[in-house]
C-alpha cells in the first residue's frame, strides 16, 4: 500500500481542484483528504487544516518543485549564517578570559 503525503493544503475547494488537475496533468496522481468533511460539515475544515492534497511518497519531489514553479508554494529559504550569534559567544569567552586574567594577577 502507498503511502500518502500531504503537500498542499486550503479551506477553497476551488483552489484545491486546480492544484489538483496541475498536478495530475504532470503524471502525479493526488488524493484530498477531508474533501468530504468539507463538503458536509465545513465549519469542521478549519479544525482539521482545510482540505488537504496528498501524493504518493515517491512523488513527493516532483509535485514539490511543481507547485514551487507554478507559485502555490513558496520555495524553501535557507537559513543564512548567524553573525550577530556568533559575535555574541566571541564577546562572552572574551570576557570570561578577562576575569580569569584579572583574578589570576590578583586584581579583582
Known sequence: ??????????MSFSEIYLVRHLL??????????????????????????????????KDIIEAVSILQE?????PKIEKRFNETKVVAILFAVLIILMVVYLWRKGLL
Not at 1 to 10: L, P, R
Not at 70 to 74: D, I, R, S, T, V
Open 1 to 10: 500500500m502507498a503511502k500518502f503525503i500531504t503537500v498542499y493544503s486550503s
Open 70 to 74: 507554478h507559485g502555490y508554494l513558496a
Open 24 to 57: 495530475e496533468e504532470h503524471g502525479i496522481f493526488c488524493f484530498t483528504k477531508d474533501e468530504l468533511l468539507a463538503q458536509t460539515a465545513p465549519y469542521l475544515t478549519a479544525y482539521s487544516n482545510g482540505i488537504q492534497l496528498q501524493v504518493e511518497e
